[in-house]
């Protein structure tokens, strides 16, 4: 008998859809940022998510790019694997902002390029936010290695940021590519890492 998943509410902290519920599994399927990781991210991002296109990826429930559209953000682009975390994150995305919302469904590694090259033509400012399971989970021991490689393609002036969110134990590189490591912010056991393209010449 399959187990029965059990579920829990959690709000949009700020914005103009403060206070609306997102559903996240109370199981590891997906994984809700804890609130004041949360917090502390778009504090630090709050002039830069205004306008922006926002790109979540691995995004579980789509907790962080549903809180940037209640913070401005043009629109938000989700990418999720899991099937029972993709049907969920459509039932948030619908109860909160359908209209600015793209979730895709499929291997995050798989489809950034594309999406990246989307993004691209549009030209316009964007954040990628990388929340990875955990390198401890099984088959994911090489998971912060793939992001690395993945995120050494970022190397457009309309990517205004790239953050991630990783156990606070990886000490991330100070240069992925084209990018810099600007500041990391810890929380417990997850930590967050901002980078930036860095200017030519």
């Known amino acids: 008998m399959a187990k029965k998943i ?21 199981i590891d399927t997906t994984r809700s ?28 429930s ?12 043009k629109k938000s682009y989700f990418i999720e694997k899991n099937q029972t975390a993709f049907r969920l994150l459509k039932d948030n995305i ?13 291997d995050a590694f798989e489809l950034f390029d594309s999406l990246y090259n989307t993004l691209k033509e549009k030209d316009e400012n964007t954040i990628f936010y990388f929340d990875p399971p955990f390198s401890i989970r099984e088959d994911y021991e090489d998971i912060y ?33 084209n990018l810099v490591l600007s500041k990391k ?8 890492s901002y980078y930036l393209v860095k200017a030519e010449g």
């Open 6 to 26: 059990k579920y829990f509410k959690t709000p949009i902290i700020a914005g103009k859809y403060k206070g609306k519920q997102i559903e996240i599994p109370a």
């Open 33 to 60: 940022s804890k609130s004041i990781l949360k917090e502390s991210l778009f504090n630090t991002i709050a002039f830069d998510v205004v306008d922006s296109h926002f790109v979540e990826m691995f995004a579980g």
């Open 62 to 73: 789509g907790s962080v790019g549903l809180e940037a559209l209640s913070r401005g953000a």
């Open 94 to 106: 619908q109860n909160i902002d359908p209209i600015n919302s793209t979730a895709l469904n499929g």
């Open 145 to 177: 290695d793939r992001c690395i490689d993945l995120i050494a393609k970022v190397k457009d002036n309309f990517v205004k940021l790239v953050i991630i969110e990783h156990m606070s134990e990886i000490d991330l590189p100070e240069k992925i590519g």
């Open 185 to 192: 912010r810890k929380f417990g056991k997850s930590s967050l």
